[in-house]
């Protein structure tokens, strides 16, 4: 469905372009029409440099006494510049058209295997990179596609459980997950979803995960965005459903954080109690996934 909707917008954008330049040849000013033309991408991209400054602006306001070091002014705006160019391939490249580029691949007995599971409003392109890597070195990997994209948090669940038990089947052996923002409380909501769940993946990696919420979710409108609020009742009944368990959520868990993470703020909200934490500064949300150090602990883990 995000890709349907993404190809969608593309096809607005160009076709309300060719109106503005057809419009200003009608008029006898194909020069002035060109510019208009020209000037509509360029004025959403600016408008998407302001949004993403505008969240850095906020996620500064609400640092507080966050115990994460709090960002210079030059780290957020390299982590703005940074995000930005990746997100136009991500979105309307990766995503939009290339979701199913990189099969999965459930490996063979004896293997160990990667789960990866996206975030909000996203579809399993945006690990093309990932996908890519893994493949070349012959690793067992699935990436899913969350679905349908504005239900809450809980409506992945049967994703998840279905690419563990086909990469299960497979290879024999539990396996690694790895999950960027959203996909993280996706893995928490399954972990709790059937008894013995937390002891089938050998080993989990959140990226920018809210996992006590960020103050970014007050804006969003859709189910999963008030499930991402922090302090609400959804997030305050996955943690009483993890405290029957034997082992906390951060037993065998990494969490990585960007104190510039323009999505997740404050800081800390991505960290879980007793996890391990991998701490990237001047480092925007998506840009973490593409940090280096997140593919170097998985390789770790795997080899």
Excluded: K
């Excluded at 998407?48 to 030059?74: K, N, Q, S, T």
């Excluded at 996206?118 to 690793?139: D, I, M, P, S, T």
């Excluded at 909501?189 to 959140?206: C, E, F, K, S």
């Excluded at 868990?253 to 997740?264: E, K, M, R, S």
């Amino acid at each position: 469905m995000i890709a349907r909707l993404l190809r969608l917008a593309l096809a607005l954008l160009l076709l309300a372009m060719l109106a503005l330049a057809l419009g200003g040849l009608a008029a006898g000013r194909p020069l002035a029409g060109l510019v208009a033309a020209l000037a509509l991408p360029l004025g959403l991209l600016l408008l998407g440099l302001g949004a993403y400054g505008l969240e850095m602006m906020l996620a500064a306001a609400v640092h507080g006494d966050d115990p994460w070091p709090r960002p210079r002014a030059i780290d957020r705006l390299r982590a703005v510049l940074g995000e930005l160019g990746l997100a136009l391939p991500t979105f309307l490249w990766h995503q939009a058209f290339r979701a199913a580029a990189w099969p999965d691949r459930p490996g063979l007995a004896g293997q160990r295997g990667v789960v990866l599971v996206h975030g909000h409003v996203c579809n399993r392109g945006f690990w093309n990179r990932w996908l890519a890597r893994l493949a070349a070195e012959g690793r067992p990997v699935l990436a899913v596609t969350l679905e349908p994209p504005l239900a809450g948090v809980e409506a992945g669940v049967p994703c998840l459980e279905a690419a563990v038990a086909r990469l299960e089947a497979a290879t024999g052996r539990p396996p690694l997950l790895v999950a960027h923002s959203m996909g993280g409380l996706v893995w928490r909501a399954w972990r709790v979803a059937a008894p013995g769940n937390a002891a089938r993946l050998a080993g989990v990696m959140t990226i920018g995960t809210p996992h006590h919420g960020t103050w970014l979710a007050r804006l969003g409108l859709s189910r999963n965005a008030r499930d991402m609020r922090p302090g609400s009742d959804w997030l305050q009944a996955l943690a009483a459903a993890e405290a029957r368990l034997p082992e906390p959520p951060g037993a065998r868990c990494c969490c990585v954080l960007g104190t510039a993470d323009n999505v997740v703020f404050p800081p800390a909200s991505a960290v879980l109690a007793g996890a391990e934490t991998l701490h990237l500064p001047a480092t925007a949300h998506i840009a973490l996934v593409h940090h280096p150090a997140c593919l170097a602990w998985l390789r770790a883990r795997l080899d």
